[in-house]
């Protein structure tokens, strides 16, 4: 192969790439060097998380065999304070205190919608229907 030859093979390959990165996983950096966000994907799944100006996790998107999943957790990254999932074709919002307990949960099932309030300890102190 030619020095022309080869020339012309990589131009085209890098007018694809362009288009197309294709790896497992990315993560994005913010000016010092922090990661902000990694998207990557797993046997498991694929998965975004975004990372605050500490490096903790604050925000969760999850897409695996059970449905997709938004988490959006406390700024020590460690409870969830709010789910939005659908798991089997049942979608489910739940809010949770700052200790991550859920106190609030709102689903849809085959049966119509469901309501449920919470007290601090996770009893149920208000079910609909």
Do not use: H
């Not at 020339?7 to 990165?21: A, F, G, S, T």
């Not at 859920?102 to 229907?129: M, Q, V």
């Amino acid at each position: 192969m030619s020095t022309e030859e080869r020339l012309e093979k990589l131009e085209r390959e890098l007018i694809e790439l362009r288009k197309c990165v294709r790896t497992q996983q990315l993560i994005i950096e913010d000016e010092k060097g922090q990661p902000r966000a990694d998207l990557r994907t797993s046997e498991i799944g694929a998965s975004l998380e975004l990372f605050d100006e500490k490096g903790e996790v604050r925000a969760r998107l999850v897409v695996n065999e059970d449905g997709p999943g938004l988490y959006l957790l406390d700024k020590n990254g460690l409870f969830p304070r709010a789910i939005l999932n659908v798991d089997k074709d049942r979608p489910l919002l739940c809010l949770a205190d700052e200790s991550g307990q859920p106190r609030a949960a709102l689903n849809a099932t085959k049966d119509g919608p469901a309501l449920c309030l919470a007290d601090e300890n996770g009893k149920p102190i208000w079910r609909a229907p």
